[in-house]
Nanobody, 115 residues
Framework: QVQLVESGGGLVQAGGSLRLSCAASGTIVSLNTMGWYRQAPGKQRELVATIRSGGSTSYADSVKGRFTISRDNAKNTVSLQMNSLKPEDTAVYYC?????????WGQGTQVTVSS
C-alpha cells in the first residue's frame, strides 16, 4: 500500500504564490506518473499538471505559464509551484500518483485565492 501526504495549501490573495507538496511512502517498487488535480465546488475534478518518471510534463491550458510541476525521485515527492494565482484557481487540490502499477490519491488540500 502507498500513502500520499499533501501539504502547502492555504489562503492567498490574487497574484500571490503557493507551493504544494506531496510525499509518497510505503513499499514503492515502481513510481510512474505523478500529478495534481483540482476540484472546485460544483465542478468535476480536473487535471492541473502531470510529470512522468522521465521528467516530461503536461499542463492544463488554464495554468500554463503560471504553475510548475516538479518531482524528486529520490524522495518520492512531487511539488506544484503556483504563481500569479487567480480566484478561479480556488479548489481542493489532489495529488495523484501511479505507483506499483496502481493509482493513488491524496486526501486533498484546500487552496483559496481571494480577489
Amino acid at each position: 500500500q502507498v500513502q500520499l501526504v499533501e501539504s502547502g495549501g492555504g489562503l492567498v490573495q490574487a497574484g500571490g504564490s503557493l507551493r504544494l507538496s506531496c510525499a509518497a511512502s510505503g513499499t514503492i517498487v515502481s513510481l510512474n506518473t505523478m500529478g495534481w488535480y483540482r476540484q472546485a465546488p460544483g465542478k468535476q475534478r480536473e487535471l492541473v499538471a502531470t510529470i512522468r518518471s522521465g521528467g516530461s510534463t503536461s499542463y492544463a491550458d488554464s495554468v500554463k505559464g503560471r504553475f510548475t510541476i516538479s518531482r524528486d525521485n529520490a524522495k518520492n515527492t512531487v511539488s506544484l509551484q503556483m504563481n500569479s494565482l487567480k480566484p478561479e484557481d480556488t479548489a481542493v487540490y489532489y495529488c495523484n500518483v501511479v505507483a506499483n502499477w496502481h493509482n493513488y490519491w491524496g486526501q486533498g488540500t484546500q487552496v483559496t485565492v481571494s480577489s
